[in-house]
């Protein structure tokens, strides 16, 4: 983990949630929630963030779940989160099916989380296919016009289609936010809506109008402007439920205090749901056989990260629908496992052995995955199909990882040892 990384890991705003949650899951005082985050068609890399978030908050009840969770329902689940990405794919994806089971899923109790794409998604007045299915928060986006200026910078991140008109992007990076509160905090826009609120709603935060790092395609003070008392997050009760919508990424890992809003929100709404069972395991214990196999992944792992070093160093960019994606974004996906390795290591003896075989197998996979993009790269010829086939299957290898990841540390909660 690097320094900055864990310096935020242990910011003292977190621990309070995650002081509550451990609580809640050794003694049953109210609801330790069953999680299932969003990593299916349309969603970006964003999603791994709803990873850190939930470690720091030690819930570990998780599941990483695409479109396929449908075959058995969303009934399951306390909290859904739905991160950045095609919104387009990801609506498609879902479809009719999809819709209504977040809908029933929130009618009974559950709380959604929707960040960037995951906000426009669930917007009632966003009015076009295939949105129209989702509406679970009232309210609209502002950063839609026929004809937007042109771009300062950052171009291929500037727009998107939107029916005959365009979403626009004035700002990309730390915006600064006010809570309903009077709290001030920082968060960084990707893409996320500037949203005004529908009867109903609830404007948990607004954009100040100030900015940390950003890049402006705008000119900064008109970008500002722009931006200035607009809703950045909206919540609404549906049912006996909640829905949030979020224009920026309060789950970045680099955002302790934004991360402890969505934290708070969480807690909040946990503790006044009844609590369930735990479902205790056994103690963890060391096994060599394991232990091996942990090296094993280790070893492909460097490898596959060695070989996605030398992609960063390519000139190229991969669009799929209205996502683009660069190639640091594989190396994203591999630190979110490699940084956990060491753990993982030392939970391993409560780990299936062909679960361990099956990821090292993967990630030697995608070493060569890797290796045959950046060649094409280096030779001028398209590799998008290919760099696109290596997303998809770092999004279900990385899935795959952090699925028993978590599973382990839930097996080793305080208390949890039959």
Known sequence: MTSRLAKAARDPALGPVRDAFTEAYATGSFLYPKVA??????????WIWFADLLER?????????????????????????????????????LGVDGAAQIERAVNSGAFYWGSCAGAYMVLSEVDIDPFTLFNGVPGDMENVMPDPPEPRCMAHKYLAEYGVA???????????????????LGAPLYGGPIMCAGEGSRVVARYSGKAGRAAFPWEPSEAMDFIRGSAAVLSSPLGEGVMYAAGPHLEHPMFPIANAMIGNEVLAHCKARAPREAVHSVCLTGDPVKEKLCRDIKREMSNARIAAFGLEKMPVTWTSGVKVWEPAKVSMFLETAWRRLPLLTSLSGGAPEPELEAIARGYAGVTVMVKSVVRLAMRGEDSRAEALTLLDTLKELTARFLSLYFRLLLDDMPGTCS
């Open 166 to 184: 365009q979403v626009f992007n004035p700002v990309y990076g730390e915006v600064r936010l006010e809570t309903d509160e009077g709290a001030e």
């Open 37 to 46: 985050v969003y990593r299916g068609t349309g969603a970006s890399h964003s």
């Open 57 to 93: 908050f030690a819930l570990y009840d998780t599941e990483f779940i695409d479109e396929g969770a449908l075959d058995r329902g969303l009934d399951d689940y306390d909290v859904l989160f739905f991160g950045g990405g095609d919104t387009y794919a990801t609506a498609r994806a």
